[in-house]
């Protein structure tokens, strides 16, 4: 073969044998799919996107604490830092917008949408959420772009 | 009317266009299960990394620098979804999967090389083998698979790979998947 890179028809018909045992044995459940098509409903328009950079349960063990997990993310207007606490099988989320100013805060999870006032100071509480993926979004009194976080998995 | 680009896709989803969403989804999905399932997450953990790939891509979709290669986008997010959670699991890639090597036995129960095996069968065959290549072969055969659409610029993304080493590597893997097909009968060519 001349070129390294050219596609062969061998090359293809065993491409083709690959796709059909890939369909048989291991297709994309239809669960998957139909909540990948229904995740734009997530969207936000023009939100500011804080995005994670920092979760202590990623951390090397040496340096990890045994303390709850924190989460922080960040854009480029503000940083969000997240507390998570086990509770009852769901999660006890503290954390605290270091804007500092007051907002509304919606955290979007598994179950639906949970809303929480953060005080002038930035901080608020929820006391149970459910696990599994949840993003926040945030909107201030004042004049201010909304702010969402990336989604992560508590 | 004209198919829509996937440049032309993405601005449209970004504007709340629930088809043109649902157009990404289906040219998207087989290559995030399979880089997904290519790093042996079990199927619970592949539709969660699924899941959070599709939300990040939301949040994503107005911001974009190259709206025009969204499949590497996706497969380099699916990618690093995939070692977070090996990660957080405390598992970490198998040497084998860095350097190629074993996998599942083969049974032995397979037809000799003499054989010729059909339809079903030769499916079952190929998908055995696959399980036995390399991490990254797996993934570029996966990709190249169910992704045509994929550039190796893409796919070079993906794999976290040179594109100057995309087309000779994808010779390699082809290779490794005949040799492991040939003595089953499983091969179509001849």
């Known amino acids: ?154 | 009317m004209a198919a829509r680009t996937v440049a032309e896709l993405v601005r449209a989803a970004a504007d709340g266009d629930q088809a043109a969403w649902d157009e990404i989804v289906e040219r998207f999905t087989g290559l995030v299960w399979g880089v997904a399932r290519s790093h042996r997450l079990s199927p619970a953990d592949a539709s969660d990394v699924s899941q959070t790939v599709w939300l990040r891509l939301v949040e994503h979709l107005g911001r974009l620098r190259e709206p025009e290669a969204l499949a590497g986008w996706i497969a380099t997010t699916t990618r690093h979804e995939c070692l977070r959670t090996l990660r957080a699991s405390g598992r970490e890639l198998p040497d084998e999967d860095l350097t190629g090597g074993t996998g599942p036995e083969r049974p032995d129960t397979g037809p000799g090389p003499e054989a010729t095996v059909v339809g079903a069968e030769r499916r079952a065959l190929v998908w055995e083998a696959l399980g036995r290549l390399s991490l990254r072969c797996r993934t570029l055969l996966r990709a190249l698979a169910t992704s045509p659409d994929a550039s190796y610029t893409e796919i070079a993304a993906a794999l976290d790979m040179p594109i100057g080493s995309i087309g000779p590597t994808r010779g390699r893997c082809l290779q490794h998947l005949r040799r492991e097909l040939a003595p089953t009968g499983a091969l179509l060519e001849d």
């Not at chain 1, 930035?122 to 909304?146: H, M, N, Q, W």
């Open chain 1, 1 to 154: 073969m001349a070129d390294k890179d050219k596609v062969s028809l061998d090359d293809l018909a065993l491409l083709a044998q690959v796709r059909a045992a890939i369909e048989e044995y291991d297709p994309v459940p239809p669960n998957v799919l139909s909540a990948a098509r229904a995740s734009l409903t997530w969207r936000t328009v023009d939100a500011e996107l804080a995005e994670l950079i920092e979760d202590s349960a990623l951390a090397t063990a040496s340096v990890r604490s045994s303390g709850p997990r924190s989460l922080v993310f960040e854009s480029p207007v503000a940083t969000v830092v997240v507390e998570v606490e086990p509770k009852n099988g769901s999660r006890r989320l503290t954390g605290q917008i270091v804007l500092p100013r007051a907002a509304q805060v919606e955290v979007r999870h598994v179950g639906g949408r949970t809303d929480v006032e953060a005080d002038a100071q930035g901080r608020f509480a929820i006391e149970s959420v459910p696990a599994g993926r949840l993003s926040l979004l945030c909107r201030f009194a004042e004049e201010s772009r909304d702010l969402v976080t990336s989604w992560v998995t508590v």
